[in-house]
Structures are given as C-alpha cells and as structure tokens.
C-alpha cells in the first residue's frame, strides 16, 4: 500500500525554465511534508517543507505548494540549473505515539539540460 | 557537507559474521533513526530512537539489532543476515521526535550480504 506516490520517474526541464515535481498521499494522517534531493552515492539532502496548516512555502528557487484538500503537494524549482539534476522525493511525516515516521514516495529523477 | 556521519561506507559480509554499523551526530538533535533503502526504490523506516530510547520499530527482524549509547551516537547490530539484507542503510537525526522537525540524512553504508 503505497501512502505517498510520485507517478512522475523521470523528468526532463531546460536550463532556466521551471520544474514542476508532483506528489499524491491517502493517509490524512500525514500533517508535515519535506521534499529530499538525493545525488549518486550521498544521502537524501532536506530541501523544503511544508505544515498541513499551510498551503505554500517557498525558499529562493524553490517553493512547495500543499493541496491538502487533493492530498497533492507540488516542488517547483525556478529557474532550473544543471545541479539540480538528481532524484527528488517527496515524504510525509506522521507523528505516531513512539515519534516521527516519514514515509517517501518513489521519487522523480529531473534532468536539467543545457 | 552531511553532519551525520555514517561508518563504514561500505560493508561485506558472509551470513554467519557479524558486525556494526555507526552514526553519529554532534547537532544536538535527540531523535535518531535507521532506514533501509533496495535499488530503486524509497527508503524505508526500521527504528526510532527518541531521546535514547526505542521508540518504533516497523517489525524489523531480530537479526538487525540497534542501540543508542548516547545522544549522539545510534549503532546497528548486524548478525546472521540474508542475501536480501543487501541494501544501502541510512542513519538520520531531527532535533527531536515532533512532527514538524526534519531529519537529516548520513550518506548511507553499502551493506552486501555474500
């Protein structure tokens, strides 16, 4: 049972132009959601997050949008640059008695051309 | 640069050895976890340590085996492991068990199990 999705694997963007990565979750449980860029051989690096409260929150280039109606959460990343070419997950955090548990999603490889 | 450090970065094992993993922090986070990541696929959680104690365990077998000797330091026991242990194991911390606290991800150990 797959609570976060991410029905995008691959994404393709040119430099300069703007990226748009997508997320679906089912368990209304989840009230805090991160976006994680991971590189080849390096860990999940935390980029953004966002509060169930909250419907967007941006950080330089980047911004995450919160559908929490849609259970849809969205990255967009502008402008694109070629080191933002790497995998992005998106997760959620569920706080259970025991403490914090994120689920990911399967995660999206965005490539960013010249 | 990660500020969790994970040691070794790469582990191979026979079925009959065991063996350990290391993470260590100095953020003076309180919350530390382990997760399990196969190719292709999202990591997925194993155990929560919340202020040096065990907190979850999402059912992990026995053979996996963690321990937490203080707050800035979450080991993980390896001892008769299968070929399908084979994964990348990461280690992550947050200031504490709250929902809204991201975790921050070590570069992983390579685990292969011959």
């Known amino acids: 049972d797959q609570q976060v999705k991410q029905n995008s694997p691959s994404l393709s963007v040119q430099e300069g132009r703007i990226s748009i990565l997508n997320c679906d979750y089912t368990?209304?449980?989840?009230?805090?959601f991160l976006w994680y860029k991971k590189y080849p051989a390096e860990g999940p690096t935390f980029l953004i997050s966002?509060?169930?409260?909250?419907d967007k929150n941006e950080d330089g280039r980047f911004t995450v949008f919160l559908n929490k109606s849609a259970k849809h959460l969205s990255l967009h990343i502008v402008p694109s640059q070629p080191g933002d070419s790497a995998v992005y997950f998106c997760a959620a955090s569920e706080v259970t008695g025991g403490g914090n548990k994120l689920t990911f999603g399967t995660g999206t490889q965005l490539k960013v051309e010249l | 640069d990660t500020e969790v450090t994970q040691t070794p970065k790469h582990l191979v094992m026979g079925m009959t050895n065991k063996k350990s993993l290391k993470c260590e922090q100095h953020m003076g986070h309180r919350a530390m976890y382990w997760y399990k990541q196969k190719a292709k696929k999202p990591p997925e959680l194993m155990f929560v340590y919340s202020y040096e104690k065990l907190s979850i365990n999402e059912s992990v077998p026995s053979r996996f085996s963690p321990e937490c000797p203080n707050s800035s330091l979450l080991n993980l026991h390896l001892h008769a492991l299968q070929p399908e242990d084979s994964a990348l194991y990461l280690c992550?911390?947050?200031?504490?068990?709250?929902?809204?606290?991201?975790?921050?991800f070590g570069d992983g150990t390579r685990l292969s199990i011959l």
């Open positions: 992550a911390s947050s200031q504490g068990p709250r929902g809204n606290q991201p975790q921050h």
């Open positions: 966002i509060s169930s409260i909250k």
């Open positions: 368990n209304s449980m989840f009230d805090y």
